[in-house]
């Protein structure tokens, strides 16, 4: 397998009980070969709107006075030919039905991973996903994750899906960069309207996409890739 693609993940409201109205996961991927350049260039515009080269990127850090970097990083993505993104996104997590398919929360939470990972992974390639940390059971979830995506293609020696592993966000500056785009799709499909930096936000990837976020895309957008879910 010559190429290794890492896959860079995180999610906003996936808990099941966290009075949040939408569910999102997603992930960056790029060519490992590819990390080090990128996250350079990513320090280099920090330095260049006055940021420390460590400043963590977060959606919630997206303020008035910062929103012109935040706008520089939309335009970072999607003029970088080596960056894609796709995301899960579950618009009424009151639409679950968990009963009715035999299943838990949890479970429903690694048939999200899957669904949002399944069209990324192409034969012939090899993967390492990383995941941003979110809470004291996040080991035993990531070694689950690992075994269900491995199981599911047939992976019993993990050449295909070599690794699945946590990191925190500020340590790998494309996890933060992910953050971004999940951050953005969780206020839209929450209907959240009330902080104009975060739409202005909102206004530039809409326009760089060429999609209003509300909606799948087609299923092989290799740039800017969304699946919208709902319960049948």
Not at 60 to 70: L, T
Not at 73 to 81: E, I, Y
Not at 176 to 204: P, T, W
Request: charge should be positive; glycine fraction near 4%; proline fraction near 2%.
């Amino acid at each position: 397998m010559d190429n290794i693609f890492n896959i860079y993940c995180d999610e906003s409201c996936h808990l099941e009980h966290d009075r949040q109205k939408a569910m999102v996961l997603g992930g960056i991927w790029c060519l490992d070969e590819k990390k080090k350049r990128i996250a350079r260039q990513l320090r280099e515009l920090k330095v260049r709107y006055n940021l420390n080269p460590k400043f963590e990127i977060k959606w919630n850090k997206i303020s008035p006075a910062r929103v012109d970097f935040y706008l520089a990083l939309v335009d970072f993505f999607f003029d970088n030919p080596d960056l894609h993104f796709r995301a899960f996104i579950i618009p009424n997590k009151g639409e679950l039905r968990h009963e009715d398919f035999g299943q838990t929360h949890d479970e429903f939470y690694y048939k999200c991973y899957f669904r949002l990972l399944k069209t990324l992974l192409e034969p012939g390639a090899s993967y390492n996903i990383y995941l941003d940390i979110k809470d004291t059971q996040g080991e035993e979830k990531v070694r689950k994750l690992h075994e269900y995506l491995c199981n599911s293609r047939y992976d019993f020696d993990r050449e295909m899906i070599k690794r699945v592993q946590q990191v925190r966000s500020h340590e790998l500056e494309l996890v933060a960069l992910a953050d971004l785009f999940i951050g953005a799709l969780s206020y839209v499909h929450r209907g959240l309207r009330e902080s104009s930096a975060k739409m202005a936000v909102i206004d530039r990837i809409r326009q760089r996409a060429g999609y209003q976020l509300l909606r799948s895309t087609l299923y092989r957008e290799n740039k800017f890739n969304l699946f919208v879910w709902h319960q049948v």
